[in-house]
Every structure is written in structure tokens, then in C-alpha cells.
């Protein structure tokens, strides 16, 4: 089982495993609705885009308005009770045999949404902090040694996670750059990708992926409340990527 894991992730990009029971699941949604209150309605129903996600939100802005809200947990008193969920075993044990032993957190997040948003960000791979300039098609080859796995594991079903399996590893193609428009961080909105598909999750599963991957985040409108861990981790057998 190890060795197909392993194998499926770097063929395909990213794997889907079984993560939380449900008394856990149960337990997590409790812990957020303290931290998010699932009764806030906007101020105003208007769709709003959702804020840069480097920068993150304020948790008691939460609900103010109609969009996605992005929570960097690591820098955020009073989010403590929550923080468990990132040192899960099945999580970690996944992860280090992906990549290598001696975990460290990149990343330790919150992706929430109340019924009824609407959600799109632009299809990119996890380059942003790169000047564009400085990006080079080595960084997709498949002999490069990626050190970091990115996760989502969602609290309820979803779908909101969209991906071109096996973009991992490679540059993008002619068909690829052209719904990029000539840029290497996002693509416009509104551009189809070819080959693309969402990643369809039940609650207490996680999907293990390349950030490497064209992605992006899409739903037409949230049919109940978004409550998603995002993390990311990195072996500090190995240096950076």
C-alpha cells in the first residue's frame, strides 16, 4: 500500500486517503463553529473576491462579507484547540512516506465559507512568491525532487479543489499557456483549462497533493458552510523546495 501511495502521487500529482472518523470529524466541526460563527450572515450579499491568501484574514472578520476566508493558524491566538488536527497521525505517517522523515509545518490553515458563497480563484501553481521572470520549467521537471506535500481536508463534502492531473512534472503545454494568457502566476478567471477536474471529497478525507499541480479553487455557490484544514509540510532531510 505504501509503495502504490507513492507511487499514484508522483505519476499522478496528488492521492486521496481516509483520514478522521466520525466522532472526530463531529469533534473538529465543534471546535469551529467556536471559532466561526456558522450564523453570521454579510453585511452585503454581493460577491466579493477572496482576500490574498499569503496575508490570510482576521478571525472576527469572519462572515462580514459574501466570499471565501483564508486563516494562517500558526499566527492567530485562540485558535490552540485546533492546532492538534495538524499533527494527526494518519496525516503524518502519509506524508513522511511521500517525502522523508522529520516533518516541519509550512502551513497550518483554515478555508471557510458560509452557505450560499461563491468561491473562484485563478488556476496557478504554488510559484506566486517567484518573480515571474525567475520561474524556469526545471522547477516542473520530473527528475526535480519536490520537498512539500499540500493537503486539504475538509470538514464536510466538497469539491472546491480543481486540478490537471500529471501537471506536476512538467512545463505546461502549448494549449496551457495560452489560458494562462502570458503569465506564470494566475490565469484569468473565467479561462478553461484542458484536461482539468475537481477533486470530490467526503468529509474526513484528505486530499495529498503536488503544489506544483495546476490548481485552483472553484465552486459555483457553497450548498453548506465551508470548514477546510489546509496544511502543508516539508522533510528537513532534504532542502527546501
Do not use: C
Request: net charge neutral; charged share 20%; hydrophobic share 35%.
Amino acid at each position: 500500500m505504501k509503495n502504490n501511495l507513492k507511487a499514484k502521487f508522483l505519476k499522478e500529482g496528488y492521492i486521496i486517503i481516509d483520514v478522521l472518523t466520525e466522532s472526530e470529524i463531529n469533534n473538529f466541526r465543534d471546535i469551529m463553529d467556536k471559532l466561526l460563527n456558522p450564523d453570521l450572515t454579510p453585511k452585503s450579499s454581493l460577491p466579493k473576491s477572496s482576500s490574498f491568501q499569503h496575508l490570510g484574514d482576521n478571525l472576527e472578520d469572519f462572515g462580514q462579507e459574501a466570499r471565501q476566508y483564508y486563516f494562517h493558524l500558526l499566527t492567530k491566538p485562540g485558535t490552540e484547540p485546533i492546532h492538534h488536527a495538524f499533527h494527526h497521525p494518519t496525516i503524518l505517517k502519509t506524508v513522511e512516506e511521500l517525502i522523508g522523515p522529520n516533518l516541519i509545518i509550512n502551513n497550518a490553515s483554515i478555508l471557510a465559507a458560509n452557505k450560499g458563497t461563491s468561491y473562484s480563484l485563478g488556476w496557478h501553481r504554488d510559484v506566486i512568491q517567484i518573480p515571474q521572470n525567475q520561474i524556469e520549467d526545471r522547477l516542473f521537471s520530473a527528475s526535480r525532487f519536490h520537498n512539500s506535500v499540500q493537503i486539504n481536508l475538509p470538514l464536510v463534502e466538497e469539491n472546491s479543489l480543481w486540478i490537471v492531473p500529471r501537471s506536476h512534472n512538467r512545463p505546461n503545454t502549448t494549449e496551457e499557456n495560452i489560458a494562462f494568457s502570458g503569465s506564470k502566476h494566475y490565469a484569468p478567471l473565467d479561462v478553461e483549462m484542458p484536461g482539468a477536474m475537481p477533486v470530490v471529497l467526503k468529509a474526513g478525507q484528505a486530499v495529498l497533493y503536488n503544489n506544483n499541480l495546476i490548481h485552483r479553487g472553484y465552486t459555483e455557490k457553497m450548498k453548506v458552510h465551508r470548514r477546510t484544514l489546509h496544511m502543508e509540510y516539508h522533510s528537513a532531510a532534504f532542502p527546501p523546495t
